[in-house]
């Protein structure tokens, strides 16, 4: 078992990012041009970090699935971006930040790296802002704050209920420009299928061009993956159609160590799925718990209308159990009473799996106007999908994973397992710990793509001055392209019975069910052996129609399954190797006596790092041990 | 770098090359935007004409001034001549804007054809039907109208200011109110006269309410009244121009007794 | 909600490459959940097609929350169908009525061949994005951002243009196929605001020359606002033309900002 260095620095946590960023080696502004970066992704850390590559010197080429940069599911972010501003003179600081988003994430982040996180918030904010980024502003032209998801502070800021698209746009628009100039060679298009390791090095990657299926080559001399989660593996989820984890994943099977995979948060406020054959849920921004108020009917056979029902007879069961906090308790907490409630049969909606959020005493209160003004797009978007106005009735919601805290291994650089190879944004198991704070995922995308990987990617290539890139002829890429059009082709020739979103569907349904909100031994031994099943009924019978060169949405869909086939059931090992609960990792077997997540510090507070063998050899667990110098170790209450 | 190899389904969109700059102000005219600006103005200045032929029209019902012994179209129609003599010559000033008028008109049918290709070169049809909800009858059938509109002045000059072809057969210089009402009885010039205003007034509706996007005059605070005034005006010249179409066709303006 | 279905006859647009000649396929679509959104519906189809053994339509999504930008076909000749300000994926088939024939066909334009099926090739809209649609501030550079002051209704109005998803509807709504609409909401955003003065003139110019190499002209018809999941305002394509004539006017060295 190799011990995992996470190359923090020595010293004091506030010296930390300093210090590194002056030890780190600087590669000279004339030969930073020499240097190639493939960025694979282009949300929020993807094109941050490939515009800022760019602006600094070096060569850099650009891929995403999409058709453009700018549809990454970044965009989808609502409520908005935290920084240690202090604008609203409230208390924050970067210390105070760190230390929320450290307790927030359950105690199972590391230290430096939140810290780090906290410190540049603040920078992310004059950029974005330098970037003609729209945020909210208060009548003297002053930026607005919100306070979000459970924080005492208002350190949010925000664009209307549409942050995440902003400020990918702002990124976005960073990144054509450097296109725009021949900085930056952007592949639209382009689905990273392998990453190719040559030495221990990461040398490049093979990519597949989607409108033609060509398998093509990149070399570089670092290659960056912003590809986001893994959310996806749960069928139903807040992501985008197309959100996978083939990209990390394949990097995962070439040496990535893949860390905490059962971390996955469930956001509480989204829409309840209305038929079986739903295939997406819609997120709504958690900011509508500012001022909605969760209640169920006290009864489980209520049969009246919402706004029938008496105060007296209404459960508003998170400001009963959590005065202090109420309705704005943290995301995994919010979402675990939402299914216990449920589960208990109290469950609201023609299919008794949704909560009431209702506005009507935040009308009463602040007026409709001001609801409106804060809302309307959210609550426009509500009664599109549903059919029902939230101003006249209470909102139906209900939890759907929306975020996956674990992702690819990375050390204080963002460095994966893999030299040369490195993870951004949400692709990373990131500083989130065991449950990210919300609007902390924009906050850490933009802080790793502005302004951490400029400074630590130079560290790793300022010695490799002179180095060619590995010629795209050479064995360790004709072998990857060999692999990777084999396996498109292979998924042509099965030639089954069912299609792929069948497969996928089923998966989704054996990872909610056993590896979703609440996890406990027997399901997770279940859910592996059944995952395993399917993955074979999988390779023998899936159906995917169509030719391997024109644009084929089945043979794509059916690659990123069969990955998901993998990840899922390492999501369910690391779910039964970690026996205690944190954050969004629920275990039955470890709550207090109230039903409250129950860590295990002595035994727990580590990273479960996971190196890939083959196939059907379950993976190598290592462990990165959590040191926790400046934040105290306390059990979450919010009581 | 990359092993590309060139595939039949690769798709990139069409792009024309951008042309070599001019020297401002032709640079302006070299673009879209541009033409569309000229296109407004010229419009704009087209519009003025026409609401100012009409009101020199409308004299028709003023008809025989017996202390002038004339009729006062007639009366208008030297006036023109007569504009700021002796600073200019008789007619000179009166042909100086006669050169403006067709300069203007040469500019607004040259960028409208040049557009129109454009865009007909920009778009390709959709195989199933169209369902408009913004753009209506005045908009889509510009190029109509305004094709009507031209044809309709080469008729107009011929029958009223030439005197040649379809004019009516007494055709005489100066004597306008005679020339028109000598026209306008027949039904199928007054038919053609009716169709042609109609077209105009159309072309106008659309023409003012797209110029003020195409310069850019919008504000929020007046943009409401953009509509109404564009269908105020084309309102004005068409109830104007048929009132006097169709007075002379049924008689109620005609020849005053005896002249 | 309501646990009524509907059973309707689709017309697809069905095109093998970009110089395939395409026609229209005819398909039933049965028991589609009036709660079920379009590109559902299309999913449940595209599940038949391939339990019959026929290859599945293509067609863009991604994000089915209308925000991504990615969906967008034309359903029964109207840009995102029939409901005003939603994009394709927030279309719900409770707005259909059982029986219905519905004609879906991709975006058209001479800048938007078509990829496959319903999918068209949108990246002449990054192309004017890439000449001008930015504020060059090199991340580092900026100033703390509260220096900056921006009036409330100035951030507003900015951001009324910023909504834009870049789905293409507008282009594919207007009869000349133009882009105004789109490269008009980039040019307010960015113009609006303090941030955007040093490059305004040059990114108008810029942006505008490039969006006519691929695109038609503007002949003031609306289709595009009408079309426009995000409402995107008409008045933006006049203050970009009123600043593109100034760009051309100005003399930018003495200019002063």
Known sequence: ?639 | MATTTPSRNSTSPPMRPKPKQLPFPLSLYQTAVGKKWVMALTGLGLVGFVVFHMLGNLKVFIGWVPEEGAYDLDIYGEFLRELLVPLFPHGVLLWILRLGLITMFALHIHSAYSLTRLNSASNQPYAAKRDWIAANFASRSMRWTGVITLLYIVFHLADLTWGVGPAYSDWEYGRVHENLVGSLVRPAAAIIYIIAVVALSIHIFHGIWSMFQSLGWSNPNYDWMRRGLSMGIAALILVGNLTIILSIWTGAVGLEAGQ | MSEETLNLKLRIWRQDGPSSKGGFAEYPANNIPTDASFLEMLDVVNEQLIEQGEVPVEFPHDCREGICGTCGVMINGRAHGQEKATATCQLHMRKFTDGDTIEIEPWRAAAFPVVKDLVVDRSALDRVIEVGGFISAPTGSAPDANEMLIPKDVAESSMDAAACIGCGACVAACPNSAGQLFTSAKIWHLNAMPQGQAERYKRTEEMVETMEQYFGSCTNHGECSEACPKEISLDFIAYMNRDYVKSKVKNRRLAGQ
């Open chain 1, 1 to 639: 078992m190799t011990t995992l260095n996470s190359k923090v620095p020595e010293g004091p946590i506030a010296e930390k990012w300093t210090k590194h960023k002056f030890d780190s080696k600087l590669v000279n502004p004339a030969n930073k041009r020499k240097f190639k970066i493939l960025v694979v992704g282009t949300g929020l850390a993807g094109s941050s970090a490939a515009a800022t590559f760019a602006e600094l010197g070096y060569e850099v080429e650009a891929f995403t699935f999409h058709d453009t940069p700018r549809r990454a599911h970044s965009i989808a972010a609502q409520g908005g971006i935290n920084a240690a501003k202090n604008y609203p003179n409230d208390g924050d600081s970067v210390f105070r930040l760190f230390y929320d988003t450290v307790k927030g994430g359950d105690y199972r982040s590391r230290e430096a790296n939140v810290y780090r996180l906290a410190e540049v918030s603040v920078d992310i904010i004059d950029q974005c802002a330098a970037q003609g980024v729209p945020f909210a502003r208060e009548y003297g032209g002053l930026l607005a704050n919100r306070s979000f998801g459970g924080a005492q502070v208002s350190r949010t800021f925000y664009a209307r209920g549409q942050t995440g698209q902003q400020l990918l746009i702002g990124a976005y628009q960073a990144l054509m420009r450097q296109v725009g100039l021949g900085a930056v060679k952007l592949h639209t298009r382009s689905e990273m299928l392998d990453l190719v390791v040559k030495d221990g090095e990461a040398v490049g990657i093979v990519t597949r061009n989607l409108t033609t299926g060509a398998v093509e080559s990149h070399a570089g001399h670092a290659v960056v993956l912003c590809t986001g989660g893994y959310g996806n593996v749960f069928y139903l989820s807040t992501n985008a159609m197309q959100c996978n984890v083939t990209a990390a994943w394949r990097a995962h099977r070439k040496g990535a160590y893949f860390a905490n995979p059962s971390y996955t948060q469930i956001h509480p406020t989204c829409i309840p799925a209305s038929d079986e054959f739903q295939s997406k849920l819609t997120l709504m921004s958690e900011s509508l718990r500012n001022d909605g108020r969760i209640w169920v009917p006290r009864s489980r056979d209520e049969t009246r209308r919402a706004r029938d029902i008496p105060e007296a007879e209404r459960y508003y069961y998170l400001e009963e159990k959590y005065p202090a906090f109420g309705n704005l308790v943290p995301r995994d907490v919010a979402s675990r009473n939402a299914k216990t409630v449920v589960d208990q049969g109290f469950g609201v909606g023609p299919l008794k799996n949704g909560v009431y959020l209702d506005f009507a005493s935040a009308i009463e209160r602040v007026g409709k106007d001001t609801i409106e003004a804060r809302y309307s797009n959210l609550f426009e978007m509500y009664e599109r999908i549903t059919g029902e106005n939230p101003y006249e009735v209470p909102m139906r919601i209900y939890p759907a994973t929306h975020y996956t805290m674990g992702g690819l291994w990375v050390d204080y650089n963002l460095m994966t397992t893999i030299p040369g190879l490195y993870a951004a944004g949400e692709a990373n198991f990131s500083d989130h710990g065991a449950n990210r704070l919300g609007a902390s995922a924009l906050m850490q995308g933009l802080a790793d793509g502005y302004f951490v990987l400029p400074y630590t990617i130079g560290d790793y290539l300022a010695p490799k001055l002179g180095q060619d890139l590995v010629p795209t002829d050479d064995p360790v890429f004709t072998e990857s392209v060999q692999n990777i059009k084999a396996m498109t082709q292979g998924f042509l020739d099965i030639n089954g019975t069912k299609s792929p979103e069948h497969f996928h569907r089923e998966l989704g349904k054996i990872v909610w069910n056993y590896i979703g909100m609440a996890r406990d031994q027997n399901g997770l031994e279940k859910a592996i052996n059944e995952i395993r099943a399917l993955r074979e009924e999988f390779w023998k019978d899936v159906r995917v129609l169509g030719n391997a060169d024109t644009l084929n949405a089945s043979i794509e869909k059916a690659g990123r399954i069969a990955d998901f086939f993998e990840l899922a059931e390492l999501m369910a090992r690391d779910a039964l190797d970690r026996n205690e609960s944190c954050g969004g990792h629920f275990r039955e077997e470890s709550q207090t006596e109230e039903g409250e997540a129950l860590r295990d510090d002595e035994n727990y507070a580590h990273v479960s790092a996971w190196e890939w063998h083959d196939a059907d050899t379950p993976q190598t667990k290592h462990a990165e041990e959590l040191e926790f110098e400046n934040v105290k170790l306390t059990q979450r209450s919010y009581k």
